[in-house]
């Protein structure tokens, strides 16, 4: 990779005028920037709607005061319909997995931050890259429309199982317009992803700087890589399914529906189709799509706690082989979510035995980040303490999955509570608390000021807390047999699990509250914070090497050389106990 | 601030652990002859895993209590046995874990999917629609008449399509909206779905099984208890899905004669 940092001219030129600088920007910090703002708007109304989700739940017939403006149909007089809990629910899915938990930790970190732990300019081909991003935009624009025709977003889940989806408004509201504006825009979106995919894997393969071997290269840069690997063939799948799924909606097509169906009092004009063939379309995509939540999650906090710990990890090539390992065992894994489905059982336990040895490397890089800490000398931060809230709901939520891998269990607990707080936690949450944690440790960096570490310590403690508080609670409903998406719990055996709803919407409401502190603290910091230092963490990799925020070509023109593994700290450098990637200093063996 | 951590983090372990060791939520009696064994298997794994929960967050607490913000010039020592004894310790533990919950899990689900029903389990089809499940019963030829999707008439009571004007077999076909069975009887479920996918699930016999849209499927069971048990959908259906519920009516064989010869009656 050498003989590529002697080329001196810019991959483009300096941004001028507003709509190069901040719009239509080749910039990879910029498009960064914008698929983290992007995530931003998602979460808080994946959010909101959640709220309102778990306020129907306890409260069916309560009036949300003003949602009637919002839907009238939807929420007439300001209460939640049945069919319109199912919309939010859809909604809420769809956003958080693909506009938050795609977005941010992969798009969003790893455009602002692979090129330069790398050592490069920009991106390998900045105009794709742009172009990933306003497809992604527009993706989140056709998914939001649904909210606004009258018939309101589809009702099918964030999973869209046929042919509940693909036979129109016969099967119920939302199926219609609402169904088909959710395929486009997934379709869409998938577009972007594997641009962006495309454009990581050969960034990283061609651009890195003089002596930055890949084994040189950060943890977080490896598990983007790792993660653009996979989102090429996850996304590759989904993106024809949907293509297959709107054919059978708008063109009569029969890929994915039966002969005989009698939908709505309608004998369906359809043939030949298979339900089956969508769910595994989708979770060949479904599947490895949590790694691509959970992977740069990994990464990011590794980086995150290995600078917090300011002594090397028991080894970061380990972490590295495993994430490689989580990455091809992802494949292999998809029909898990369908072991009662009516595929052939045998295949169930074929399924079951890979999904069981995912546990092994996921396990070592758990033991490994556990293990570090002992000898350490941990700096306790807002970036750190999300870190180690992480590896906590990583371990909490990773347990449960023990349980659902295993398909004779999984009769019993299949489409229970038990499956969405395990989800939740090692998907959701964990991944938003790296998240959380990659913005406080990389926002000096991004703006050039610091957050507010109080605020931050604040919005940790009601993160951590409320989170357990919201999620456990929800495997307990699992347990007794409490079924998921369902928009209420009237005269049936779940009537009695109220009060442990009640608690757990109380608790979402208040968590959610929290999240404000960070918003705040977001946007007050952008403007009022401390000026922030080059390297305010003490750290080695090369974004620490540069001004904050950088400037627009990132070395200024200069092309970084590299001398060192990416974690050189406990040692004796010349600035204290570590050694930067670029220092040509040697270091001293103690 | 450490220190804090590793105490709320603590607290939070054995209060997350404590209903699961109390068995404050646990599922209900199991009715079925096959339900012990997914039972057991959900034991051994909650004790597995309670153990892995309870040892890596306590380990977790107690590392960062122990190591966060130490004096200045405290010198940083690595764990004795390193990354190695590490990768060790997933492999043994979680490995064996790993194959013995596999294998052992392996005959659980065999007794489900794999043992096929004998030939003198009773079948009977049921039927899934939204909202609603619909169970159909051969009658005294024990033949199920064929379906006519395109002669389905809800309003007139016709759920399934049977055609008795010219289908014989239809004709004393026995339909009902709940599944009345005999106790100690097996039972082949015939599962057909009418438009979308559906799942019959009830709790108290550990079942849990999907209605595929054009993929007759079939279960089977032996109910071990009398009594009435909840049926509900657990696949996505619709707008009334919450709604889609059975029951299951487990007779002794003397009240199931009686109830099916009073339904053949009103049919």
Known sequence: MQEHSAQVAHV???????????????????????????????????????????????????????????????????????????????????????????????????????????????????????????????????????????????????TAYAPLSAVGNDA???????????????????????????????????????????????????????????????FAVLLPACLLLILDKIAGTSFFIPSGLVVGDKLQPHAGGSP??????????????????????????????ITNMRKPMLSAKVIIYSMMSIGFLSWLVWGHH???????????????????????????????????????????????????????????????????????????????????????????????????????????????????????????????????????????????????RYSSFVDDFMAPLMPVHKFITIAAFITGAGQFIFLFNLIYSRFKGKQAPENPWNATSLEWSIPSPPPWDNFGGKHPVVYHDPYQYGVKGSKGDYVMQDSPEAIAEE | MGKLFGVVL???????????????????????????????????T??????????????????????????????????????????????????????????????????????????????????AGQFAFYFRYPGPDGKFGALHPDKIDEGNGNYFGLDPANDVEARDDIVSGELAIPVNQEVQLLMHSKDVSHSFYVRELRIQQDFVPGLDLAIHFTATQTGRYEIVCTQLCGLGHYNMKAYLNVLSQEDFDKWLKQKASEQ
């Open chain 1, 338 to 484: 369908m072991f009662v489905s009516g595929m052939n059982p045998f295949s169930s336990l074929l399924f079951s035995f890979p999904t069981l040895t995912i546990t092994i490397p996921a396990t070592i890089i758990t033991l490994i980040w556990v293990g570090s800490l002992y000898g350490a000398n941990i700096q306790i931060n807002s970036a750190s303490l999300f870190a180690l809230g992480f590896v906590s709901m990583f371990v909490s939520g990773g347990i449960s999955g023990f349980f659902l891998a295993q398909p004779s269990i999984d009769i019993y607990l299949h489409a229970t509570y038990f499956v969405v707080g395990h989800f939740h936690m090692v998907m959701g949450v964990a991944a938003i608390f790296a998240i959380f944690s990659g913005t406080y440790f990389w926002f000096p960096k991004m703006t050039g000021r610091m957050m507010n570490e109080t605020l931050g310590k604040l919005h940790f403690w009601f993160s951590l807390v409320g989170t357990y508080c919201i999620f456990m609670p929800f495997h307990y409903l699992g347990l007794v047999g409490n079924v998921r």
């Open chain 1, 12 to 158: 483009h030129a300096p941004p001028e005028g507003f709509l190069r600088k901040f719009v239509f920007s080749l910039d990879h910090k910029v498009i960064g920037k914008q698929y983290y703002g992007l995530g931003l708007v998602a979460v808080f109304l994946g959010m909101v709607l959640s709220w309102l989700m778990r306020f129907h739940l306890v409260w069916p017939a309560a009036r949300v005061p003003g949602l009637e403006l919002f839907s009238k149909v939807g929420a007439p007089g300001g209460v939640i319909t049945p069919e319109y809990y199912l919309s939010l629910m859809t909604m809420h899915g769809t956003l958080m997995v693909f506009f938050v938990l795609t977005n941010a930790p992969f798009a969003g970190f790893g455009n602002y931050f692979l090129p330069i732990q790398i050592g490069t300019e920009d991106m390998a081909f900045p105009r794709f890259n742009m172009m990933s991003f306003w497809i992604t935009f527009v993706a989140f624009l056709i998914l939001i429309t649904s909210f606004f025709i009258p018939d309101g977003p589809p009702i099918s889940g964030w």
């Open chain 2, 10 to 44: 603590a607290i939070i372990a054995v209060l997350s652990a404590y209903p699961i060791v109390t068995h404050m939520y646990a599922q209900p009696v199991d009715i079925s002859t096959h339900g012990h064994a997914i039972d057991e298997q959900l034991s051994d």
């Open chain 1, 276 to 305: 089956l063939l969508w769910q595994h379309m989708f979770w060949f995509f479904g599947h490895p799509e949590v790694y691509i939540a959970i992977l740069p999650a990994m990464g990011i906090v590794s980086h995150v706690l």
């Open chain 2, 46 to 127: 909650m004790a597995e895993a309670g153990v892995s929960f309870l040892g890596a967050q306590l380990l977790l607490a107690f590392f960062v209590w122990k190591y966060s913000n130490r004096k200045n010039g405290a010198k940083v020592t690595q764990l004795p046995g390193g990354a190695k004894l590490m990768v060790a310790a997933a492999f043994i533990l979680v490995g064996t874990e790993v194959l013995a919950l596999g294998v052992l899990g392996q005959k659980a689900w065999a007794d489900v999917y794999f043992t096929p029903a004998k030939p003198t389990a009773m079948q009977i089809q049921a039927q």
């Open chain 1, 172 to 234: 119920g509201p939302g199926l219609g317009w609402g169904q088909s504006l959710w395929d486009i825009s997934i379709a869409v979106f998938c577009i972007g992803q594997l641009l962006g995919s495309l454009n990581f894997i050969a960034t990283t393969l061609d651009l890195r700087a003089k002596g930055m071997t890949l084994m040189r290269m950060p943890m977080s840069t490896w598990a983007w890589f790792i993660t653009a690997c996979i989102g090429l063939m996850a």
